[in-house]
């Protein structure tokens, strides 16, 4: 079996904490962090702060990949760890800890190709305002989740985005918010006209006096009442649930109301380039794979075909 053998000594810089520190989403940190922590793992070690990683090769991808493949890993999943694997060396590589000629040869490991069928859904039009109308409860929280659903099917915010938003991000002049996103990347996106109403009463309710745009609610209060500290980004989950069911919609997931707004801005003529900077994508392959035209216009045609 191969396996990659122990550093001898401490790493001064670790590649790995290297690669972490340098991106700029939480989530992601941690998924990529998992991700090292397996292949560690198929590497012969509990930890990947021991590994000496000036000694990676192809060949330590090859066993990776026959335990990913042997898992019945997807596609997608291989190439994360792939990306992963890639993204390790080069930092080993920057710090002079792996040859170039290593690093050279891993970099030129190509992709696992796979198809398959897009994930989630897109939501339309009458699906859109059911979900806004059962968040119309009487409730501040109620106009809370509406205006956060707006955002997200609106302007295309994900999650995370959301629960950091500050009112500072927020020009009502120009009916915009500007803020960091996934990736430390700056963007601005500019609420639809037909959504304006749904943020103006949200901030009428909330006040103007706090940072944190969307705060929590206080529980086991007789009234609403907020608390000014960001929400958890698995709140936005579980409340999606409770005003989709409430809607009738089934199950929606908070990156669907993603997939809507792209889908939305290319049925309405938007250029897939300028969809790709509202959405905040390094590439526009990945920008093209919100687009759910073709599929909800195939089921409609094979619906409606008259045979029988």
């Known amino acids: 079996m191969l396996y990659i053998p122990t550093a001898s000594t401490g790493w001064k810089q670790n590649p790995v904490e290297l690669y972490l520190s340098s991106l700029g989403s939480r989530r992601s940190s941690i998924t990529m962090q998992n991700c090292i922590k397996n292949i560690a793992r198929?590497?012969?070690?509990?930890?990947?702060?021991?590994?000496?990683?000036?000694?990676?090769?192809?060949?330590?991808?090859?066993?990776?990949?026959?335990?990913?493949?042997?898992?019945?890993?997807?596609?997608?999943?291989?190439?994360l760890y792939l990306n992963a694997f890639k993204a390790v060396a080069k930092a080993a590589w920057s710090h002079?800890?792996?040859?170039?000629?290593?690093?050279?040869?891993?970099?030129?490991?190509?992709?696992?190709?796979?198809?398959?069928?897009p994930k989630g859904r897109s939501l339309n039009a009458k699906e859109c305002r059911a979900?806004?109308?059962?968040?119309?409860?009487?409730?501040?929280?109620?106009?809370?989740?509406?205006?956060?659903?707006?955002?997200?099917?609106?302007?295309?915010?994900?999650?995370?985005?959301?629960?950091?938003?500050?009112?500072s991000n927020w020009d009502c002049s120009r009916r915009s918010f500007t803020f960091i996103g996934k990736g430390n990347k700056e963007r601005i996106v500019f609420l639809p006209k037909t959504l304006d109403s749904v943020i103006d009463k949200w901030v009428e309710v909330r006040g103007v006096g706090q940072e944190v745009f969307f705060p929590r609610v206080c529980p086991g209060a007789k009234?609403?009442?907020?608390?000014?500290?960001?929400?958890?980004?698995?709140?936005?989950?579980?409340?999606?649930?409770?005003?989709?069911?409430?809607?009738?919609?089934?199950?929606?997931k908070p990156h669907d109301l993603r997939r809507t707004f792209a889908t939305t801005m290319l049925a309405n003529g938007c250029d897939v380039f300028v969809l790709q900077r509202a959405m905040g994508h390094a590439s526009v392959t990945t920008t093209?794979?919100?687009?759910?035209?073709?599929?909800?216009?195939?089921?409609?045609?094979?619906?409606?075909?008259?045979i029988g």
């Open 288 to 306: 093209s794979m919100y687009d759910y035209r073709s599929e909800t216009q195939r089921k409609e045609i094979c619906r409606a075909l008259p």
């Open 223 to 252: 009234e609403d009442s907020f608390i000014f500290k960001e929400m958890l980004s698995g709140s936005i989950y579980r409340i999606l649930q409770k005003r989709a069911t409430l809607a009738g919609l089934g199950k929606v």
């Open 42 to 79: 198929v590497l012969g070690h509990e930890n990947y702060e021991l590994i000496d990683w000036s000694k990676l090769r192809t060949s330590h991808w090859t066993l990776i990949k026959k335990n990913l493949t042997a898992r019945n890993c997807s596609g997608a999943t291989v190439n």
């Open 96 to 117: 002079d800890y792996l040859p170039q000629s290593a690093y050279l040869k891993i970099q030129a490991i190509k992709a696992v190709k796979y198809q398959r069928l």
């Open 131 to 167: 979900l806004l109308n059962a968040c119309e409860d009487g409730t501040k929280a109620g106009v809370r989740d509406k205006a956060i659903f707006a955002l997200m099917f609106g302007c295309g915010l994900r999650r995370a985005e959301v629960v950091s938003l500050k009112m």
